[in-house]
Structures are given as C-alpha cells and as structure tokens.
C-alpha cells in the first residue's frame, strides 16, 4: 500500500524578513478576473475602464520605480455554501476556471508582477506583510466599492501613516454609483484619491 504523501504547510511571510525593497511605491491591482470584468459579475464601467488600466501599467512598467501585485479572488467549487455565496449566489471566480483567471490583457503584467495573491475573502489579509516596507500603496481594480475598499482601508488601519492612494480612473464598482460612494468613503478615511471625477 502506497504511503500517503504527506501535505507541506503553506510557508508563512515574517514581516521581520521581507525581501528587500528598493522601489518607494506598490501598485495594488485588484481582482482584474474575466468574471468581474465581462463574466458572470461583469460590468460595462469594468469593460470601459480596462484601456486606461492598460496604459497606467505599460507607463509604471516603462517607469520602473512601482511593484505591482496582483490580488486574485479565489473560491471553491462549495462557493454556494458559503455565507458570501448565500448573501451573493452568483457563482464566480472558482479556482482554476477561466473566470478565475487574471484578464488576458493583463496577463503579462501578472508574470511579471512581484505577487500575485490569491484570496477567500474581500480583503486580504496577507496584503498587509507584503506592503509595509513602502512609502504609497495605490490601488486600481474592481470592485470599487467591495474589494478595492475593503483592501485600501485594511492597509490604512495597519499602517495609518503609509500613504494610501487609490487611481479613480482606473477602477469600476458594482455600479456606477456606488464606485463614487466607495470613492467618497476613502476620502473620508484619508485616502488619497487621483482622477476623481
């Protein structure tokens, strides 16, 4: 009888050892998946917004004083039963599913990227380990007003005195309102906020 393979334990980031960071800024790219962009959750403002995210990550790429990172929302095939798919029961973003998968505009920009983190959750909680060393974290991506909110202000409540922007132009909500309420919100909490309309 074969010996059953036993499971590594997923490794742990100690904020204490970080990997050296030289560049003074991270750009947070938020949930930029098929499903959220003309999938199953899908929006016209996440279709329009796409060509101007496009162009911020070819400029910051040419730049090359930016990290960027990736966050992908990630669940299971029991989505459903959970207390997000009771409240939301759309199916969406299921691992390994092509509306799980990072856009393909985008894709090149996700290799390259410094992370690429995966989430159950609106925010991330492994985000915060990631982000410390910088002087600005700014955020771009979807939804405004669910993820890029709950991501920004998770980072503002661990490190109040980073500065934490988030480029309006280049994010879309779950409706046109509610991306300027979210935006609204932010400001509230002392986030800065480009391309406000």
Partial sequence: ??????????????????????KPKALIVV???????????????AVEMLPRLIEKLEKVTAEGQTDI????DTHGENYLETQEGKLLPVIHCVKKTQGWEIVH?????????????????????RLPSLI????????VGLCTDICVISNALLVK?????????????????SSSENHKNAI?????????????E
């Avoid at 590594?8 to 030289?22: A, D, Y």
């Fill in 31 to 45: 949930d930029m998946q098929n499903d959220f962009v003309d999938g199953s959750l899908g929006t016209k403002e």
């Fill in 132 to 139: 410390k060393p910088y002087e600005e974290v700014e955020f």
């Fill in 184 to 196: 609204s919100v932010m400001k509230n909490c002392q986030c800065v906020i480009y391309n406000e």
């Fill in 69 to 72: 990172i990736f966050t992908q």
């Fill in 157 to 173: 409540a661990f490190y109040p005195e980073q500065k934490v922007s988030v480029d309006a132009s280049c994010c879309a909500g």
């Fill in 1 to 22: 009888m074969a010996k059953k393979q036993q499971q590594q334990p997923q490794k742990k980031i100690n904020p204490n050892k970080l990997p050296v960071v030289t």
């Fill in 105 to 125: 505009e985008l894709q090149e920009f996700a290799e390259n990227a410094r992370e690429v983190i995966e989430k159950k959750s609106f925010g991330s909680t």
